[in-house]
């Protein structure tokens, strides 16, 4: 009665991986924004919001930007912040899959040619 039965794993196609990373993305984008609306601690002073992004690292402003965009890019810090705290976000540019970035970076290290240097001919 118990017969063993041979399970087939396919990969998915590059399409379909796309899509999905794509999906993925959309869905941590939709989390940070549904966190970003709950915070209550953003600071509302220019002064206190330019000091805020420097310690996150990122630009005081950016081109085009007026203070309710650079408030709100700190809300987005705050909340990839506070996602990341919760083991939702992964460490890096924070919306994209890990496995993409790993699979980068060994493509990266594959591909790095090494410069040789030798003394020309008199």
Same mark, same amino acid.
């Given at each position: /009665? =118990?017969v063993?039965? @041979?399970?087939e794993?396919m990969e ?5 991986q796309a899509? &999905?990373a794509?999906?993925?993305?959309t869905?941590q =984008? +939709?989390?940070?924004? &549904?966190?970003a609306?709950? !915070?209550?601690? %953003?600071?509302?002073?220019p /002064?206190?919001v ?7 690292g990122q630009?005081?402003r950016?081109? #085009?930007? =007026? +203070? @309710?965009?650079i408030r709100q890019? +700190?809300?987005m810090?705050?909340?990839r912040?506070? !996602?990341?705290?919760?083991? #939702? !976000? %992964?460490a890096?540019? #924070?919306?994209?899959?890990s =496995?993409q970035?790993?699979q980068q ?6 591909e790095?040619? %090494?410069t &040789?240097?030798t003394?020309?001919?008199?």
């Amino acid at each position: /009665q =118990n017969v063993a039965q @041979a399970v087939e794993v396919m990969e998915l196609t590059a399409d379909s991986q796309a899509q &999905k990373a794509a999906h993925d993305a959309t869905r941590q =984008n +939709l989390e940070l924004q &549904k966190i970003a609306a709950t !915070l209550t601690t %953003v600071p509302t002073l220019p /002064q206190h919001v330019r000091d805020a992004l420097r310690e996150f690292g990122q630009p005081v402003r950016l081109f #085009g930007e =007026n +203070l @309710a965009d650079i408030r709100q890019r +700190l809300r987005m810090a705050l909340a990839r912040q506070e !996602l990341m705290a919760r083991g #939702g !976000l %992964v460490a890096g540019d #924070g919306l994209g899959s890990s =496995n993409q970035q790993q699979q980068q970076q060994a493509e990266d290290e594959e591909e790095e040619q %090494v410069t &040789k240097y030798t003394r020309a001919s008199p």
